[in-house]
Structures are given as C-alpha cells and as structure tokens.
C-alpha cells in the first residue's frame, strides 16, 4: 500500500521526539541521523514508533537489497537459531560447507573466506594482496604496495582510512599505514603509470556508492583487468555496495564481463539480518593463507551461513537482478526529468542513483529531511548529493510515488 502525503503528514510524533532524543544523549555521535525512530518494517517500507509509514529508498546502503523482512530470510533465520548460532571456526558446522561452495559457485571461484563487516572484508583482501605479493610474485619483504582510487570508501578501521582522501574519515586518526597508492578514479593511464614492480594489486569499487554512486568511464573496468593481467598484478573489486543485484548483473563488473581476482563482498550478503562479509578467489589467490594467519571468532558462524545461504538462492534465480535492470528504466527517466528543475545532474546503474541537487534548493541533508516529512527516506553524501538505494523488492507504484515526492521536493524554491 502506498502512503500519501496527507496521511503520513497527520501522523502523531508523540513517541518519536523523546525516543529519538534519549538515543542521542547516550550514543557516540558518529552518525548524524533524520529524526524518525524505526519499528517495524516490511518489503520497502517502514513504521516508526508512532505508527507513521515511510518508503525507505536507502535500503541499509544495500544491505536490504532484498528488502525488509523477506520471508524466505526470515524462514532461514528463524529455522537456524533453534538448532545452531556459533561455534567458532575451531569447528565445522553443518552449514558451512553450503554456504561456501554456494557462493564460490555464483561468483564462480574455487575458495570463500567469511568474516562479517564489510570493512572485515576489505582488511582481509589487503592481507592476501600482500601475502600474494611477498609469497607469489616475490616481492621483497614489506614493500608490497596496492594501487587505490581517488574518492574511494572501502570502510572506516585505520588501515583503510589511511588511504580515503575524505577528510571527515580521515583527520585525526593517523599514523597511517604506508604501501598505498592513489590515483584517479577512472584514469587508466595514471592506474598504469603508478604500477611497478612492488605492486600487488588493485583495490577499486566498480561503481562509487559512498561517493555519490559514481559510475566510472565504460572501459574502466576492462581496463584494470587487462592491466593486472600484464603486469601480474591482483585486482580485487570491493562489491559491497554494488553487488548482488544492485546494478541490474550480480556484479557490477558483470556490465563489463570482467572478472576479478578477488570479490570483496558484505552487506546484502546477510540480507538484511546479521552482518556477513566474504572474499572470494580462486585457490591460487586465497590459497597463501595458513592457520593462524587471518581468522574471525564470528566469520562463517552458522546463522550467518543459513541466512548467506538463502541469500545466494535468491540470487542464483537471477529474478532480482533483471528486476532492477527493469526498473532501472523508470528510475532514470524521472530523475533525468529533474535536471534544470531542482537537481544538476545524476547517475544511475540499476535501482541506484546519485543524485546532484541544485544549491538553490538546499543541501542534500535539507532535501533528505523534507523528503521525510513527506514519507520517504533517503541519505545525502558530500553535501550536495543523495543517494537513492530501494529495496529490489520496491513496486512501480511505490517507486513512483517516491519519485513524485522527490520532484516536488526539488521543485520548491
């Protein structure tokens, strides 16, 4: 059911205010959330404490790819917690060879290392770069490098901070680890510049999400592939935002028919419900890693293994997938529509948009929260842009009403 303005308008805040107020005098502050207190949500929607619906067009940074509370996650979640949650990887559990041999197979690799956050995932790929580097390619002892994007956001631990151009996630939290190099995103030729040979790898995002759903020049990505082929170098494509049906492919770098060496994935691959991360390559890549070298007391638990699981089914029907690259038609044409009305340009690539407003109308935080108070949520970045993420799950109709708030929205000056 979609909500209307007026109704969502009406709605009492007696709840909100003061839940939402004992929140922040308690929480660090390293969030700055809108102001609307979650509880419940179902599908692309969600209500808040005191009873008002809002059409969620974040989707937990893609994490909810496949919506709120999807029922075949819910069942696997559910079914899992009354048999087993975790036993550390001391032992093997009975769902984790599935889980494993199901995911290497989507993203057609020999071997999966589970961990949990997506920034878990992308420590982990730096490691086996650099363990590749030293072990395969014969690089001296501590002088592996690994060529990074400008723009770029992998995570938020010091290692990977240390190579973001982000002042808000990086001031202050140095000294920084050294054996990064960053070149401008989308530049092959600088990419191939800074390759020597000390270089291990190549860690990009096909598609920037923290950045404003950036979209690299076709070509990009065939590029990195080729050079890394070359010049004997890993390339491994942080999909944590981008993959698993975002883009309309499971992969972004599918829209290129590219394959990494490494896939670093996290977010939907928990689908919504516990955080699970993975790096997956073949046995020639992950296989430099020993006992005791890397591990997770929680990576590759067994509610995250059902959950992955069932996650990995959904996508293996591919329905989620065509179902973005369909949607992806409505998207672009009513945001394309905006330009020169309230908004300056966008991008899309399946059910994901940046979206640049005009100055004249506000910030993206301002256009956000007016976009709340008409019933819809969604996250602004670098100031002036807001990404749209919906579930994969959203309907036309609701996709479209969203739309329609988004324009009048904008429309107001």
Same mark, same amino acid.
């Given at each position: 059911? &979609?909500?209307?303005?007026? +109704? ?20 660090? $502050? ?27 067009? %974040? ?25 087993? &949650?975790?036993?550390? *990887? @001391? ?11 199901? %995911? ?39 002088? @592996?490098?690994?060529?990074? @994007?400008?723009?770029?956001?992998? #995570?938020?631990? +010091? &290692? ?13 939290? =140095? ?23 000390? +270089? ?24 990195? *592939? ?16 981008? #993959? ?20 670093? %994935? ?27 070298? $890397? ?53 899309? *690539? =399946?059910?994901?948009? =940046? ?29 002036? &842009?807001?990404? %749209? ?21 904008? =429309?107001?000056?």
């Amino acid at each position: 059911m &979609t909500a209307t303005t007026e +109704t969502t308008a009406a709605a009492s805040s007696a709840r909100t205010a003061p839940e939402f107020d004992r929140a922040e005098a308690r929480t660090a $502050h390293n969030y700055h959330p809108l102001p609307v207190v979650v509880a419940h949500a179902e599908g692309a929607w969600m209500t808040d404490v005191d009873g008002r619906r809002y059409l969620d067009l %974040l989707a937990g940074y893609s994490a909810l790819n496949f919506g709120h509370s999807h029922p075949r996650l819910l069942e696997a979640a559910h079914a899992q917690l009354d048999q087993l &949650t975790l036993t550390s *990887r @001391a032992f093997v559990h009975d769902q984790f060879a599935d889980f494993t041999a199901k %995911l290497g197979d989507l993203c057609g690799k020999d071997l999966v290392l589970p961990m949990n956050t997506g920034a878990e995932a992308v420590e982990t790929a730096v490691k086996v770069i650099r363990k590749w580097g030293y072990r395969v390619k014969g690089i001296p002892a501590d002088q @592996a490098e690994i060529i990074v @994007a400008s723009g770029n956001f992998h #995570g938020r631990t +010091t &290692t990977i901070v240390g190579f973001s151009d982000d002042p808000d996630a990086r001031d202050d939290f =140095g000294p920084f680890a050294p054996g990064f190099v960053t070149v401008p995103y989308g530049d092959l030729a600088a990419l191939e510049a800074a390759i020597t040979p000390h +270089t291990a790898g190549i860690l990009v995002e096909p598609i920037q999400g923290e950045g404003g759903v950036v979209i690299p020049p076709h070509g990009y990505l065939r590029g990195i *592939r080729d050079l890394a082929t070359a010049h004997d170098v890993l390339f491994a494509a942080d999909e944590i935002q981008a #993959g698993l049906g975002r883009t309309g492919r499971t992969f972004a770098c599918d829209h290129e028919d590219v394959v990494p060496d490494l896939y670093v %994935l996290g977010k939907a691959l928990g689908g919504g419900i516990v955080p699970v991360s993975a790096v997956v390559a073949d046995r020639d890549v992950l296989g430099v890693l020993q006992p005791g070298q $890397h591990g997770s007391t929680f990576g590759g638990n067994a509610l995250a293994c059902a959950v992955g699981s069932a996650v990995v089914d959904l996508l293996a029907t591919g329905d989620f997938q065509r179902r973005a690259d369909e949607m992806s038609v409505l998207l672009r044409e009513r945001l394309e529509a905006m330009i020169g009305h309230g908004v300056v340009g966008v991008r899309v *690539r =399946g059910l994901w948009a =940046g979206v640049d407003i005009d100055p004249a109308v506000g910030t993206g935080r301002e256009v956000c929260e007016r976009l709340m108070a008409r019933g819809v949520l969604a996250k602004d970045t670098h100031g002036s &842009t807001i990404r %749209l993420a919906p579930p994969l799950v959203v309907s036309e109709d609701d996709l479209t009403w969203g739309l329609d708030q988004l324009a009048a929205v904008v =429309g107001q000056r």
